[in-house]
């Protein structure tokens, strides 16, 4: 290979993740001056990945992502660089509203501690349990490693500050919205780290919202996109210097001395450099061709499959519907739909006027087979649901399923251990990154920011700018 020709950074997966790290490496050489050939291989016909945005019957129907965090600043400058900055939508007033049902009716989460304790959430028990918060001994005191270094799940984290009705009642229900996962199989520190650092900082979740208040630091917002979120990983698809090849499997990559070749379906393509963006687990047969330990450690990430049924009711039928963002179901109440997002009343646009819009979740790790079942049947069991959990009883004027074999990682507890050992596995292989949401975040914002740090740190490493950073950059 001469000198003189670009380097070429061969970027497997056009999703988010991917497509996050084509933008930044594009970023990085355009700021060294240099010149380098940035290619994406996709699987499939089209960019996006997750991120998937289909328009019928005047609706837009987000089959993966419906919004994102508005946690990550490159998220915002990415959004930015692809001219899309117009396009981002925060929630209607409406979407303030929340609901768990529980106990035969849905219950609404309240933020002023008075309703929230008449929204009868919780027991009288349970509330005094939750009032004691501020007084429970933080695991980090006296003990800046020792016991408070070990992980522990979402649900002991969650039962150890708040009480047991609350990890069960609240906590599990919105661990189902975000993992369409079982609390007490997730890791607290890989899950929820924001809440770890809560108790680590201020020695109590209440206390630390209390100083987030008086700071006037507003927890992060949620947003979309108007044309949907699929418009992101399309416009960076469409910016120059990017070469984005659809319908091209990878189906290996093969370290070739200090270089690589990546084997596709259509042919070898040669790379100084390679960002892994696949997702579970592609991600873990890809990472073999380097490492067969971080390979195994990948595997053992599990990604059970979710089914999304979206239903349509016309204006009529809809009238009484009080609108709100929508509701999650506490397991254990006979309903096997995990939750249900009101679409239309959460963004403006997501349908013609007066229509609704629900995109109800099935499966995750607390019921794969869900997920399974024939299209008519999930279309029959959102409606009966519907009925049952919203009192929502109308013929949809539409109705579609979308299915995902492998929807969303599982971070077990001792995650943030298997992420230090994949790691520890692949930073030494210098040219070889890998992005996408199997270690560091699940949501669409942190997918997108690894996929950028990659990116980055793969161009820097090919342009002489710095060598790859060590660790997880987060
Ligand atoms: C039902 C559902 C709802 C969600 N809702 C939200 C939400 O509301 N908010 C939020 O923040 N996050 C949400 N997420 C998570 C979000 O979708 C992910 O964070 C995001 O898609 C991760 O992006 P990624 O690029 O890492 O992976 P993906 O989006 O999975 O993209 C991976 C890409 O790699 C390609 N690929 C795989 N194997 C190969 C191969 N061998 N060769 C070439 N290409 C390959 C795939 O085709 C795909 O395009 C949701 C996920 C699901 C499943």
């Known amino acids: 290979m001469s000198d003189e020709r670009a380097r070429r950074l061969v970027i497997v997966g056009g999703g988010p993740s991917g497509l996050a790290a084509a933008w930044k490496a594009s970023v990085e050489a355009d700021r060294a001056g240099a010149s380098l050939e940035i290619v994406v291989l996709e699987a499939n016909g089209e960019v996006g990945g997750k991120a998937r945005t289909e328009q019928a019957d005047g609706l ?26 117009d396009e981002v939508l925060a929630p209607e007033p409406a979407a303030n509203r929340r609901y768990i049902y529980r106990g035969g009716r849905l219950r609404e989460l309240r933020r002023s501690p008075l309703a929230f304790a008449r929204s009868g959430l919780l027991g009288p028990l349970g509330l005094a349990r939750l009032a004691m918060e501020p007084l429970v001994r933080s695991r980090h005191d006296g003990d800046a490693e020792g016991s408070a270094g070990e992980d522990e799940s979402l649900y002991d984290f969650a039962a150890r500050r708040m009480g047991r009705q609350a990890a069960a009642r609240l906590i599990s229900p919105v661990v189902l919205g975000i993992f369409a996962g079982d609390a007490r199989k997730l890791s607290a520190a890989a899950a929820f780290p924001r809440m770890v650092a809560m108790e680590r900082g201020h020695g109590s979740l209440f206390k630390a919202m209390r100083a987030g208040r008086k700071r006037g630091a507003p927890p992060p917002g949620h947003r979309t996109l108007r044309r949907g979120i699929q418009a992101l990983p399309r416009a960076v698809a469409a910016l120059p210097g990017i070469e984005v090849r659809c319908n091209q499997r990878v189906t290996a990559v093969e370290r070739r001395g200090k270089n690589f070749t990546v084997v596709s379906s259509t042919g070898d393509v040669a790379a100084d450099a390679v960002v892994v963006a696949a997702d579970l687990p592609a991600a873990a047969d890809l990472v073999e061709g380097v490492s067969a330990a971080a390979a195994t450690e990948l595997r ?30 506490a397991r254990g109440e006979g309903i096997r739909m995990l939750g249900c997002q009101y679409e239309t009343a959460t963004f403006r646009g997501r349908g013609p006027d007066y229509t609704f819009l629900a995109r109800s979740l099935f499966g995750g790790s607390v ?39 492998h929807a969303i990682p599982q971070y077990a507890p001792g995650h943030p251990q298997r992420v230090a050992r994949i790691e520890a596995a692949l930073n030494p292989i210098a040219g070889f990154h890998l992005a996408g949401n199997a270690l560091h975040g699940v949501g669409l914002s942190r997918a997108i920011a690894v996929g950028a740090d990659r990116g980055e740190n793969a161009a820097r490493g090919l342009l002489g700018a710095s060598a790859k950073s060590a660790g997880s950059r987060r």
Do not use: N
Request: charged share 25%; net charge negative.
């Open 367 to 405: 019921d794969p087979e869900a997920a399974d079942l024939g299209d008519a049947q999930l279309v029959d069991l959102t409606l009966s649901e519907l009925r049952r959990t919203a009192g929502i009883d109308a013929e949809p004027t539409y109705a579609s399923v979308a299915r995902w074999p």
């Open 60 to 85: 837009l129907i987000e089959t993966g992502p419906q919004g994102f965090l508005d946690d990550q600043p490159v998220v915002r400058e990415m959004i930015d660089a692809c001219g899309l900055k």
């Open 300 to 329: 053992r990430i599990e990604s059970p499959p979710m089914a999304v049924v979206h239903t349509a009711l016309d204006a009529a039928a809809a009238a009484h519907i009080e609108p709100a963002y929508g509701f999650l179901v």
